[in-house]
């Protein structure tokens, strides 16, 4: 399969479920989701849209783009919604009011969607186990609404309403782990995937799909509106924060952690952030500061792989061994560690109103002290 | 035939969707309405209603999944109370806009806070203009025609809108009354099966929900209003096929014995049982007093309404709700209603029965009396509370 690139694409279903002549942005990458979305779908499948871009862009009345049959209800209820729809369709097929078969149910949403507002019902309709595929393209951010933070917008990006200052890097908070989020309800399937790595999409959706019961997509949407980039660098960008660590393209098949594509060496995240207006304003230690995360995200992702998938765990490289591991490797919990160390401060400083900084130096000397 | 027996009313409620062959059901639990969802989810449970029910996490949820099954084309139902509601309500206009008859059973609850699970309309009152159809029952039987009717009505093509019932939390959903349940034969005659005019189904796709800019918004605003007010004749057939199959007769605003009354008690709600031995009461004195109870409280009977009043001298309104900052509920909609008569009673206006307290014989015999009395010399304040320490 040397001409592998050539032969893939004529594989692709070339129907086209959701027509051009949508609003989108110029460079949008979730449309370009979308549509693979629904090219691994095919005809045969109904979904509900929260709230968001994506039904302001492409079904401004009297026209639509959907191809396929599509209800848009509110921001916080797709999955809600999705659950209605299934059930009826269950119960209309019992009493032979439809024929007989299976229909996709696809409920989507942004990040906004899935892992602020409409978390609560997306977990509902998870554990619940109705037939459904959730899509949650996350461009990280309200991006619809003038890019307002959302829990998915990543570390020190700048947001309209997490904006740096002189007393704020920006967004001061993780971005969620929803994927990790739906893996928790022990679904069936969850995957990462992003319209820069359109066959992978293709196949993760249509996966999905044909799994019995929930399935959970998260997909990097990449937003030059909201990022703050060159328009014609999106696929460029999707690389970037896949092979930079930054969103880690994996599997979870029942439980099993599966990395899509495993990097020997991951590129600097510095790469990434660069050529975003968003991170424009973080100094070269913030960046830093990112890195470690990643590596250490990176390197969780690793070992719940490893964890899965073979007997021993993966051996954890030790120039980007954290702290956490360490006293993980070494049996002892950071925390607890912590904890002992803050007990023996406020022992010898024997005052309440000590400040803060100075007994964590003491302890530190006592529990030397201590060891000896 | 039908039979009569001693049932609790949610039970009733219940047994009435079942034999409407409900499809689905999205129910989360809220005293008082919760014993609807419990005997459904025991029916489906026990195979005695194919349908599905759908457990879901929040009342938000229940009206989410109660939209998306009507979209998928399923007769599809869910209950509520108070709070729930209110959790409802971003749901409620977008499934009256989108066309989607969905029946829901209200058993109506004040609103927190301070936190009460009990009976009044506050609940049904804030989200009365969200272009729901909506009806009260007054006791059991009442409820479990409406929801029949409910169904048949909302469900029309020419109608498609859904649907309430209200019934008054435990004043009415906790009482154990004899009721005639239809048999199933019955009410297939009077319900049809559902066909609704737009489906999600990938044989025919359609978009739905999609997103109005002002060059389109008004319009269809417009043709919603306009619809809801067509309705009025279905509902009318349906009342009317109604009595024609189970011979007991309905109307947009009912009277008792107030014929050449001067005296007009009006009331919403399970009120009108109390009111009605009042009336009994006086009439056997002699005086001429009756009642008005308004059976549709959306769209707002006001053609009917004036007919109903039509000679009196003095009309008595008691709401079981407030609307703060201004008049109570429904005595607003009926001086806004009678305001182009020519010649119109005078209006007093009390509010009462506040969080499930009892509206009593006496509290009712003094309404009366006291609402003479200010119609005469004119009431000053909004309103007055019966009742109130």
């Known amino acids: ?372 | 035939m039908s039979h009569r027996t001693g049932l609790e009313v949610s039970h009733a409620a219940a047994e009435a969707v079942k034999l409407a062959r409900v499809e689905v059901v999205a129910a989360y639990p809220i005293t008082p309405n919760t014993h609807v969802p419990e005997r459904i989810a025991e029916m489906v449970a026990n195979g005695e209603l194919d349908a599905e029910f759908i457990p879901v996490e929040s009342e938000h949820s229940a009206m989410s999944a109660c939209v998306g099954s009507s979209a998928a084309g399923a007769r599809t139902f869910t209950a509520t109370s108070g709070q729930g509601l209110e959790l409802m309500h971003e749901v409620m206009s977008v499934a009256s806009s989108m066309r989607l008859p969905i029946v829901l059973s209200l058993a109506n609850r004040a609103l927190s806070s301070p936190l009460s699970v009990w009976g009044d309309h506050s609940d049904v009152m804030a989200i009365r203009d969200c272009g729901w159809i909506q009806v009260f029952a007054e006791n059991g039987q009442q409820t479990f025609d409406l929801l029949l009717w409910a169904f048949r009505v909302g469900e029309d093509p020419r109608v498609s809108f859904p649907v309430i019932v209200n019934f008054d939390g435990f004043h009415v959903t906790h009482v154990i009354e004899p009721v005639f349940i239809a048999d199933q034969a019955e009410v297939d005659r009077y319900l049809p099966p559902f066909k609704p005019n737009a489906v999600l189904d990938p044989r025919r796709p359609v978009t739905m929900g999609a997103y109005g800019p002002p060059f389109i918004y008004s319009e269809t605003k417009k043709a919603q209003d306009f619809a809801l007010h067509q309705a009025k004749e279905v509902m009318l057939q349906g009342f009317a096929e109604f009595e024609k199959i189970f011979g007991r007769k309905y109307n947009f605003v009912e009277t008792y014995k107030a014929e050449g009354a001067k005296v007009l008690l009006m009331v919403i709600g399970s009120f009108a049982e109390t009111a009605m031995d009042l009336v009994d009461k006086l009439r056997e004195k002699g005086e001429a007093v009756g009642l008005v109870r308004i059976r549709l409280w959306r769209p707002f009977p006001q053609e009917e309404l004036r007919q109903a009043v039509r000679g009196a001298e003095t009309l008595i309104v008691l709401d079981r709700a407030m609307c703060f900052g201004t008049l109570a509920p429904v005595v607003s909609e009926v001086k806004a209603a009678l305001y182009p008569e020519e010649k119109r009673p005078r209006i007093v206006s009390f509010v009462g029965g506040l969080g499930g307290r009892d509206v009593r014989l006496e509290e009712f015999e003094y309404m009366v009396k006291r609402g003479i009395e200010l119609a005469q010399k004119g009431q000053e304040e909004a309103y007055e509370t019966i009742g109130i320490r």
């Open chain 1, 1 to 372: 399969m040397e001409k592998f690139s050539i032969y893939a694409p004529r594989l692709v279903n070339p129907e086209e479920n959701f027509a051009p002549g949508h609003r989108a942005c110029i460079g949008c990458g979730e449309v370009l989701a979308v549509r693979y979305a629904l090219k691994a779908l095919g005809p045969n499948v109904i979904a509900a849209n929260a709230t968001g871009c994506m039904e302001i862009i492409s079904s401004c009345l009297p026209t639509t783009s959907w191809k396929i049959p599509w209800i848009h209800v509110l921001f916080e209820n797709a999955s809600a919604v999705i659950s209605g729809v299934e059930a009826a369709r269950k119960v209309l097929a019992r009493r032979g009011k439809i024929p007989p078969g299976r229909v996709f149910c696809l409920a989507m949403g942004g990040d906004g969607a899935t892992s602020d507002i409409g978390l609560q019902s997306l977990s509902g309709a998870l554990e619940r186990g109705h037939d459904f595929l959730y899509i949650c393209f996350d461009n990280e951010a309200y991006m619809n609404t003038g890019v307002q933070r959302s829990s998915s917008t990543p570390y020190g990006a700048s947001t309209t309403t997490a904006p740096p200052g002189k007393l704020s890097i920006g967004q001061w908070s993780q971005k969620k782990n929803m994927a990790a989020i739906a893996a928790a309800h022990n679904i069936p399937y969850v995957a990462t995937a992003c319209s820069s790595y359109p066959f992978d999409l293709m196949a993760k959706v249509k996966k999905a799909a044909e799994v019995k019961g929930p399935a959970y997509v998260h997909v990097l949407s990449v937003c030059p509106t909201g990022w703050r980039h060159a328009t014609d660098i999106t696929i460029q960008m999707g690389r970037l924060a896949v092979e930079s660590g930054i969103f880690p393209l994996y599997e979870v098949e029942n439980g099993r952690y599966k990395l899509t594509f495993d990097f020997p060496k991951l590129r600097p995240v510095k790469q990434y952030l660069k050529l975003q207006g968003r991170f424009r304003h973080l100094k070269d230690e913030e960046m830093d500061k990112i890195q470690k995360q990643v590596d250490k995200e990176w390197l969780k992702l690793k070992s719940l792989v490893g964890m899965a998938g073979e007997k021993k765990p993966v051996p954890v490289p030790a120039q980007v061994e954290g702290r956490a591991q360490r006293a993980e490797r070494k049996g002892q919990s950071a925390k607890g560690k912590a904890q002992r160390a803050k007990r023996q401060g406020l022992k010898t400083s024997g005052t309440k109103t000590t400040p803060t900084r100075r007994p964590r130096k003491k302890s530190k000397k006592v529990s030397r002290r201590g060891k000896k």
